[in-house]
């Protein structure tokens, strides 16, 4: 069983900036990859930003990039999206997932955490 944990979410007016992280149990984190999606309201959910297990590969969305940075950290079983420049296109819940096998199926969510950016 793996538990996530998202916190670091708020109102932030455009073009600023917030961090997220999400802490992660599991003996195996280092093996998992792990990514954050996020859902506004009357959207889809759609994925912002993915990282291999240990990091060596990153995947973000095309409306993010140069804006958003996916990282993780090993040894705290943390990962964290940093987030600049924000518009109020980012307005939306954002969770964090795992993908245990690499599959490319997130089969463990966080609550989200919800991040609001005024224009």
């Known amino acids: 069983q793996v538990q996530l944990v998202e916190s670091g979410g708020g109102l932030v007016q455009a073009g600023g900036s917030l961090r997220l992280s999400c802490a992660a149990s599991?003996?195996?984190?280092?093996?998992?990859?792990m990514a954050w999606f996020r859902q506004a309201p009357g959207k889809e959910r759609e994925f912002v930003a993915g990282?291999?297990?240990?990091?060596?590969?990153?995947y973000h969305l095309v409306s993010v990039k140069g804006r958003f940075t996916i990282s993780r950290d090993n040894a705290k079983n943390m990962v964290y999206l940093q987030m600049n420049s924000l518009k109020s296109e980012d307005t939306a819940v954002y969770y964090c997932a795992a993908d245990r096998q690499g599959s490319g199926r997130y089969d463990y969510w966080g609550q989200g955490t919800q991040v609001t950016v005024s224009s």
């Open positions: 599991g003996r195996s984190f280092s093996s998992y990859v």
């Open positions: 990282i291999t297990g240990i990091g060596v590969a990153t």
